[in-house]
């Protein structure tokens, strides 16, 4: 059944997963990341804040962005972005590296820092990854995998930087 998010709005989990099963999936692996992220601040075990942990991880998922199509990205101005990465790397997560082509361009690349804690958050993917392979055939599991590729590719076009 498709419906509007207005119609979503105040339901029960159950009652999400019947009526739009994308949006209760997207909210499971949403809730379970902001946990993580809040144990991990809580505990100091990430010198992040909230606000730097999603710029650190738009950085990552934008592939080398520079300092421009960062701030242009998230919507903020290039002095806030710049203040924003700064930041990041003070903190070990982030880095700029000169472009071999235009001495004058830099790019913004995580940190193996970065990665130490990103695939801490990658294991609870493979979990569930692994939940899928032992529960679905591998029909299934191969007809999942290329939905999942064209949503990525086709159903979100808004999302894809390069074509910003």
């Not at 199509?69 to 990465?85: D, L, M, R």
Request: hydrophobic share 30%.
């Amino acid at each position: 059944m498709n419906t509007n998010s207005e119609e979503r709005v105040g339901l029960s989990s159950a009652e999400r997963l019947e009526r739009n099963p994308l949006s209760a999936v997207y909210s499971k692996f949403r809730i379970h990341y902001y946990r993580d992220v809040f144990r991990r601040i809580n505990s100091r075990e990430l010198s992040l804040t909230t606000t730097e942990v999603y710029c650190v991880e738009i950085i990552h998922s934008l592939g080398k962005p520079t300092i421009q199509e960062f701030a242009n990205f998230i919507g903020i101005s290039s002095p806030n972005a710049t203040y924003k990465v700064n930041s990041l790397i003070k903190k070990g997560y982030v880095e700029k590296v000169q472009s071999d082509m235009d001495k004058r361009e830099f790019y913004l690349d995580v940190t193996d820092k970065f990665y130490r804690y990103y695939n801490i958050n990658e294991k609870y993917l493979d979990i569930v990854e692994e939940r899928l392979k032992k529960d679905l055939s591998k029909e299934e599991f191969e007809m999942f995998n290329n939905t999942l590729k064209k949503i990525y590719k086709d159903m979100m076009p808004e999302m894809d930087p390069d074509k910003e």
